[in-house]
């Protein structure tokens, strides 16, 4: 299943932003998908995470400004970005982890603008 990430853009410290990735396939049985910041391969962090059932992982320095959710029917994981701040600047990537493998959709550039 090919992941399609969207919806990154510039905005002004305090402001939203919407973050979709959109799924080309059934994403109703995918247990662990979520969303890194920076190229994983350079170390990325990882920003949150949802299970199948919606339980959700948050990092510290998002946890309480950032919501992950997924709508299986639209095949779409979503992450909703609040009180921005500069820091948050950087290249968020989608992605998902089946039976080992894991598969990435291509970045979304937020930049945050003080």
């Known amino acids: 299943v090919q992941l399609q990430a969207s919806g990154g853009g510039l905005v002004q410290a305090g402001g939203s932003l919407r973050l979709s990735c959109a799924a080309l396939?059934?994403?109703?049985?995918?247990?662990?998908m979520g969303w890194y910041r920076r190229a994983p391969r350079y170390q990325g962090e990882l920003v949150a995470r949802?299970?199948?059932?919606?339980?959700?992982y948050y990092d510290e320095f998002v946890k309480g400004r950032f919501t992950i959710s997924r709508d299986n029917a639209k095949t779409t994981m979503y992450l909703q970005m609040n009180s921005l701040k500069p820091e948050d600047t950087d290249v968020y990537y989608c992605?998902?982890?089946?039976?080992?493998?894991?598969?990435w959709g291509q970045g979304t550039l937020v930049t945050v603008s003080s």
């Open positions: 992605y998902y982890i089946a039976s080992g493998f894991s598969t």
């Open positions: 396939g059934s994403i109703a049985s995918i247990n662990n």
């Open positions: 949802i299970t199948s059932d919606g339980a959700t």
